[in-house]
């Protein structure tokens, strides 16, 4: 079983360039939700989605936009990178009431 | 705002001790709750939930947590710690708006 699936796992950028995270989760899960994790300050929400179609902000949205075209999908964008986005970035996606399941993550370095 | 807190980032304990790794929520609706185990380089694996339908929460490696509305705490424990234990460990929960919102987390270390 595949689960949540995050592509790329690895990517250096520099200040300035894009980039688009992908996460795809074969569960039929209805949630979807993207985190960046730094030290000491645990996983933070960016933004998450309740379904196909649907996106909204979480905790730290600034510099970042998402898209979920497809239910099985959810991308996350950075349009013009900083060094304060280097971090590790999670992909979850659940249905309600349960757990959530995470994505190996994706280390992210912008120099 | 809706948050969690996990007290104490770093928990220290010898193999075979308690471990107590602490949770309180802000809300006084009780939440969705969650615990999950995060190894080295790894993503994050659920460990147990509370949804209401008990108070006590068994979940795997032998970790359980207990619900308690009047503290608004939902602590996570295990009576023998093992060498295996070791990792980072991380509350959630989860309110009506569906945001799936986590602590600080608490490094457990387990000496020998």
């Known amino acids: 079983n595949a689960g949540v699936t995050q592509t790329p796992k690895f990517r250096v950028l520099k200040t300035g360039q894009s980039m688009t995270l992908l996460c795809a989760q074969d569960?039929?899960?209805?949630?979807m939700y993207w985190y960046r994790q730094d030290p000491g300050m645990g996983l933070r929400l960016i933004h998450y989605?309740?379904?196909?179609?649907?996106?909204a902000k979480g905790e730290v949205p600034d510099g970042y936009n998402v898209s979920r075209l497809k239910k099985q999908n959810f991308l996350l964008g950075l349009e013009s990178a900083a060094p304060s986005q280097t971090s590790v970035y999670f992909c979850?996606?659940?249905?309600?009431?349960?757990?959530?399941?995470f994505g190996q993550g994706t280390r992210l370095t912008v120099v | 705002a809706q948050s969690v807190t996990q007290l104490g980032s770093h928990v220290s304990v010898s193999e075979g001790a308690l471990v107590l790794l602490r949770c309180n929520y802000s809300?006084?609706?009780?939440?969705?709750l969650f615990w999950y185990v995060q190894y080295p380089n790894q993503g994050l694996q659920l460990l147990l939930k509370?949804?209401?339908?008990?108070?006590l929460v068994k979940g795997i490696n032998g970790f359980e947590a207990e619900f308690k509305k009047s503290e608004t705490s939902f602590h996570l424990t295990k009576p023998s710690a093992h060498m295996s234990d070791a990792a980072e460990y991380f509350c959630?929960?989860?309110?009506?708006?569906?945001?799936?919102?986590f602590g600080t987390g608490t490094r457990l270390q387990v000496f020998p």
């Open positions: 569960m039929n899960h209805e949630y």
């Open positions: 989605s309740v379904g196909e179609g649907t996106t």
């Open positions: 509370y949804t209401s339908a008990a108070t």
């Open positions: 959630a929960v989860r309110y009506n708006t569906d945001k799936l919102i």
């Open positions: 979850a996606s659940s249905n309600t009431g349960f757990g959530a399941f």
């Open positions: 809300s006084s609706v009780p939440p969705y």
